[in-house]
Each structure stands twice: as structure tokens, then as C-alpha cells.
């Protein structure tokens, strides 16, 4: 079964950075698209970022435009997602996923135009 597997959750005080990474195969990094994603709980699954493979063009949710950056490192078969400048309601579980109808991010990623999901990692921002 393809799978993502995330990684590099962990807790952190406000202020704070974090970089997840996402590992993926060679096939998917190359045709879909790359998205992050975040559950905090009790909501609902939300778009975070998005990493087109056609030419790595970005697109991020209002909330973190600025300060969570998304990067690809294709010899690694790796997706980042750097974040920085974290606030306590940026807790929750983070995934990555691919769209598997889309090459280019046409804006937030949404649930249903990915698949693939890995396991989750947790990101705690709390003093």
C-alpha cells in the first residue's frame, strides 16, 4: 500500500520552529502534488500548504502564509515543511498526502483531492 510517512513532530514553546518532513516515492513526488494538512481536536482536517510537482510553486493558508514554508528535495525523495514562529493554535496532528488529480497546486489543499495519507506526527506548541 502506498503510504507518506511523516516525521519530526514534537513539542515546542510559542516562538518556536520545527521542520516536518514527509517522505514520499520517487513516482509521486515527480506526478502529484504535495500537500500538508493539520487535525487539532475536535475540528476538522484543514490544508496547511501545498508543493506542486510540476514546478514547486507553493500556495499556504491564510493563517500560516508567511510563516510556514514548504520545500521539496527531490534526490531525497523528501517534502519539508518548515515552520516558524509558532503559536499555541498551531497544535495538532500534521500530514502529508498526494493529490492524485493535480501535478500544480491551484490553492489550499483540500481533503477530498488527496490520498495516499501517512500516519500523522504530532506538533504541540505550549509553554
Known amino acids: 500500500q502506498v503510504q507518506l510517512v511523516e516525521s519530526g513532530g514534537d513539542l515546542v514553546q510559542p516562538g518556536g520552529s520545527l521542520r516536518l518532513s514527509c517522505a514520499a516515492s520517487?513516482?509521486?513526488?515527480?506526478?502529484?502534488?504535495i500537500g500538508w494538512f493539520r487535525q487539532a481536536p475536535g475540528k476538522e482536517r484543514e490544508g496547511v500548504s501545498c508543493?506542486?510537482?510540476?514546478?514547486?510553486?507553493?500556495k499556504y493558508e491564510d493563517s500560516v502564509r508567511g510563516r510556514f514554508t514548504t520545500t521539496r528535495d527531490s534526490a531525497k525523495k523528501m517534502v519539508y515543511l518548515q515552520m516558524n514562529s509558532l503559536q499555541p493554535e498551531d497544535t495538532a496532528v500534521y500530514y502529508c498526502?498526494?493529490?492524485?488529480?493535480?501535478?500544480?497546486?491551484?490553492?489550499?489543499?483540500?481533503?477530498?483531492?488527496?490520498?495516499?495519507w501517512g500516519q500523522g506526527t504530532q506538533v504541540t506548541v505550549s509553554s
Open positions: 520517487e513516482f509521486i513526488l515527480q506526478y502529484y502534488a
Open positions: 498526502a498526494a493529490n492524485l488529480m493535480r501535478t500544480r497546486c491551484s490553492g489550499t489543499p483540500v481533503v477530498h483531492e488527496y490520498a495516499y
Open positions: 508543493i506542486s510537482s510540476s514546478d514547486g510553486s507553493t
